[in-house]
């Protein structure tokens, strides 16, 4: 079953279709793109006004940042990434929205449960 055959020679030796090339850069969200940074600085805001605190911010942030770079590198060829992960920043804060919404209501309710 592991002996090399045709197949996997070929598949060993042929020249890729894409040259798969690495850089440091495209291994994060941060600083890929401009537009990144300024959505995320507006969602920021947003979330300020709404009164979350500081602390679930930041852990929103980074759930759209992780939630972004898991999924360009499962769907997407490293050369990819970055395009992937403009296209799919939007997406990766409003999972982000969702989360800090609920945690919100969750802490809310918590500490409307502690008042006497």
Known sequence: MF????????LREREPLLKRVWSPEVVGVKGVDAEIDRL??????EWR???????????????ADDWASSMSSAFAPPEL????????YPKALDVADRWITKIGEAVKSSLLELKP
């Open 49 to 63: 006004r709404r009164g979350y605190s500081e602390n679930l911010i930041s852990m929103a942030v980074s759930l």
């Open 81 to 88: 990434k970055e395009s992937v992960l403009r296209h799919i």
């Open 3 to 10: 002996e090399e055959g045709p197949v996997r020679r070929w």
């Open 40 to 45: 995320k600085e507006a969602k920021k805001q």
